[in-house]
T-cell receptor, first 113, second 111 residues
Framework: DVKVTQSSRYLVKRTGEKVFLECVQDMDHENMFWYRQDPGLGLRLIYFSYDVKMKEKGDIPEGYSVSREKKERFSLILESASTNQTSMYLC????????????FGPGTRLLVL | GEDVEQSLFLSVREGDSSVINCTYTDSSSTYLYWYKQEPGAGLQLLTYIFSNMDMKQDQRLTVLLNKKDKHLSLRIADTQTGDSAIYFCARLNTGGFKTIFGAGTRLFVKA
């Protein structure tokens, strides 16, 4: 069974703090993704990575950065957290072509005060 | 995901069939997916269909694809309270890598 884990289920931070969200997958997947999920907006892609040290911007990369130093780990960084980054953050991984099925972690609910 | 559209809410009675609909705009999508998200959990793949198929059945789930109308549906037969969840329609973007998700349909099953 594919397992995708995220470092925290719930996180409370203050405006201006630097925030790290960690994601680890144990199936040697090539691709990893960070989404945020907001009511009525579905999932929006922040960044994805198709290989170690490789990253691509998604639809809403502003205010975020990512790091993939090892294949199994993909980190999302909020350099200076703001209240509009309060959201549910979902990490996913996929093995690659052809069908690109994504496997999701349980999510991190982040509250920025 | 404005190019994958689905209604936000569906309510059915236990034992009835549920039909969740989805429309998309990019006809070149190769794979289309249905994901399920239970409360407090991440998304879980329910089923997927390749674009050259019209229908796929898996136990209580039936996926219908009308490529001409760019319409995908998920039918759940004999809906149970445990089926209450948010169901996301998604398509694989041309060229791979990027999956476009709809906003999700919240299915509420009344006992």
């Amino acid at each position: 069974d594919v397992k995708v884990t995220q470092s925290s289920r719930y996180l409370v931070k203050r405006t201006g703090e630097k925030v790290f969200l960690e994601c680890v997958q144990d199936m040697d997947h090539e691709n990893m993704f960070w989404y945020r999920q907001d009511p009525g907006l579905g999932l929006r892609l922040i960044y994805f990575s198709y290989d170690v040290k490789m990253k691509e911007k998604g639809d809403i990369p502003e205010g975020y950065s990512v790091s993939r130093e090892k294949k199994e780990r993909f980190s999302l960084i909020l350099e200076s957290a703001s209240t509009n980054q309060t959201s549910m953050y979902l990490c996913a991984s996929s093995p690659g072509a052809p069908e690109e099925t994504q496997y999701f972690g349980p999510g991190t609910r982040l509250l920025v005060l | 995901g404005e190019d994958v559209e689905q209604s936000l809410f569906l309510s059915v009675r236990e034992g009835d069939s549920s039909v969740i609909n989805c429309t998309y705009t990019d006809s070149s999508s190769t794979y289309l997916y249905w994901y399920k998200q239970e409360p407090g959990a991440g998304l879980q793949l329910l089923t997927y269909i390749f674009s050259n198929m019209d229908m796929k059945q898996d136990q209580r789930l039936t996926v219908l694809l009308n490529k001409k109308d760019k319409h995908l549906s998920l039918r759940i037969a004999d809906t149970q309270t445990g089926d209450s969840a948010i169901y996301f329609c998604a398509r694989l973007n041309t060229g791979g890598f990027k999956t476009i998700f709809g906003a999700g349909t919240r299915l509420f099953v009344k006992a």
